[in-house]
């Protein structure tokens, strides 16, 4: 019995060195989330929050601040990480490529086949080289993990058939410029500056016809209700991104670093598991409730790509061989 309680004062004493190097102290960083709790993003935001608070042993411990709270427009987080006034942020891809052009190259409408196609190239060579770009293109940010989002379809106040039906639409796109000419290809107006949360109302307004976005996020934001009719014509597949701050990642233990990049890829595959499910149960609840579906042929669906041409002109300059090699990719 004494024995042991001197060894445990041995223990006690040896373990005080080892919180005073470390520091006892903890570093709470914040993370930004536009989407609600329960989302698969922000579930796997916890996730990356709980491993990184067990695996630097409580040195860093990650807040997060879901359904825009902090900032309703990605915008705004990704300029708040790019000064350091937060350390993470999870958006989408596409308001990123406004400061990472080259990311554009991932995201170009109708590039992919499917979602393994484009698993296949974010998590291949061309993928994680992109997300490297993230960071040594200068732009003060970090590209920690790519989520899923599945793809993007426009919705609307009246049913889209054909690319026709296109014609003089305002359509609410995410802040990204080779969007807003997507929709002016098909014959729409792009609308930014919205963030998604206020989607709805300005729906019910009228200050716009229609958005665009994936079955999760239609049925979240209970766009459904005033933009009853989905066309599923798959225009984009746009990842989603867990980013840090470079200016945030300077000020911490390079190890630390290293944690909590290693921490953002595990989260990977847990994000695309609850994406999985949540993308079924979406589209399920939306059509019990009376969403009109509108599948296209492949004929229909060539209609819409075929205005593309000046994108991939303009888009793809420089990037003709990288964009050949994305489209290989899986044949
Ligand atoms: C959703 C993304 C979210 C974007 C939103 C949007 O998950 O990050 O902010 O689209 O359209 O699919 O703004």
Redesign the pocket.
Known sequence: MKKAIVLLLVLAAMMVPVFAQGGSETTTLTLSE??AEGYP?TLADYEFARLVEERTEGRIKVEVFSGGTLYGE?TGAIEALQIGDIAFA???A??VASYVPALNVIQLPYLYRDGDHMWQVLNGPIGQDMLAEIQSSGSGLVGLAYYD?GS?NFYTKTPVKSVEDMQGLKIRL?NNAMMVEMVQLLGGNGVTGI??NDVYSAIQQGVIDG?E??W??YESMGDYQVAPYFVLDGHTR?P?ILLASEAVLETLDPADVEIIKECAKETQAYEIEQWALREQSSEEKVVAEGVQVTELTPEQIAEFQARMTPIYEEYGAGYEDLIQEIINTGL
């Open positions: 536009v989407h993003t990605e999870r958006v989408s596409s308001p989002a993007r995410q963030g998604p958005a976005n994936n999760p996020t746009v989603e």
